[in-house]
């Protein structure tokens, strides 16, 4: 399956930010490092020019919700940071976020964190064959909200592979058994995006950053995984027991 580099590269490149997402560092050097990461694995950072895209990677700050820019900001303790990376090999595509907290974070950003990880393991756990898109929104949204989080609903996950974004938009609200079956050969992203306020955004004036509209925090786990018939493989977090992980981020 050609997709499984590419997936690997972006788990790799997530795995190894823990030790360089601190308090002191510039957004700007993340974009740097991480597009040093994906080249010397051979990989493509594919959201570069991607839609006209300036980054190599999505770098999204506290109260921006997706498609932050790296730039002269220099991390903050405290700051709840998500990297977002889409990595290319051959023309295959994979897709992954997490989020970090530079520095020690209080027990309510932990908590949101926790959520976002959470939402993104309840939807996986539905998207096996039998269960429907709609399973997995509503699994994503009922987790959210267990943990005082909303989900901001324009954002979707979406079908990956030969192109960064595909059909199906696998959306994180959705009442259970209705939308498409979840089938063998379904290769999609769950990547629910969940804030401590209210859910509605707005685009910053940079163009591309999401902002939440009353300015609360947000934090977002995103995985690339395949259905077989009788397994979901999780293909951006293949070196980590979800078991085990189910309850707390790998870096908690
Ligand atoms: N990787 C993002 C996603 O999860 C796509 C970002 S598009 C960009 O779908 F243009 F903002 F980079
Ligand atoms: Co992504
Ligand atoms: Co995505």
């Given amino acids: 399956m050609h997709i499984r580099r590419p997936c690997r590269i972006v788990e790799e490149l ?3 930010l823990n030790g360089i997402i601190k308090p002191g560092i510039k957004t700007i050097d993340i974009d740097s490092y991480a597009r040093a990461f994906i080249e010397s694995r051979h990989g493509v950072p594919a959201l570069k020019g991607y839609k006209g895209f300036p980054g190599n990677v999505c770098i999204s700050v506290n109260n921006v919700a997706a498609h932050g820019i790296g730039g002269g900001y220099v991390l903050e303790e405290g700051d709840i940071v998500t990297v977002d990376t889409t990595v290319g090999v ?3 595509y994979g ?28 939807g996986i756990s539905e998207a096996v064959p039998g269960r429907r898109l709609g399973d997995i929104g509503n699994a994503v949204e009922k987790t959210a909200r ?3 989080c909303r989900v901001i609903e324009d954002l979707a996950g979406h079908g990956i592979g030969r192109d960064i974004h595909e059909e199906p938009v696998v959306l994180n609200v959705g009442k259970k058994g209705q939308g498409l079956p979840v089938v063998p050969g ?3 992203t769950i990547e629910p995006i969940l804030t401590l306020g209210a859910k509605d955004i707005h685009i910053h004036t940079d163009k591309w950053s999401i902002i939440t509209g009353d300015n609360n925090l947000t934090a977002q786990f995103e995985c690339t995984l395949a259905v077989f018939s009788n397994h ?14 189910i309850d707390f981020p790998p870096m908690f």
């Fill in 90 to 92: 051959n023309g295959w």
């Fill in 232 to 245: 979901t493989d999780v293909l951006t977090l293949n070196s980590i027991n979800l078991e085990k992980y």
């Fill in 14 to 16: 997530l795995l190894s």
């Fill in 186 to 188: 379904l290769v999609i």
């Fill in 95 to 122: 897709d992954g976020a997490w989020t970090y907290i530079a520095g020690a974070g209080t027990p309510e950003k932990k908590r949101l964190v926790k959520a976002a990880w959470k939402a993104m393991t309840a």
């Fill in 146 to 148: 267990r943990y005082g």
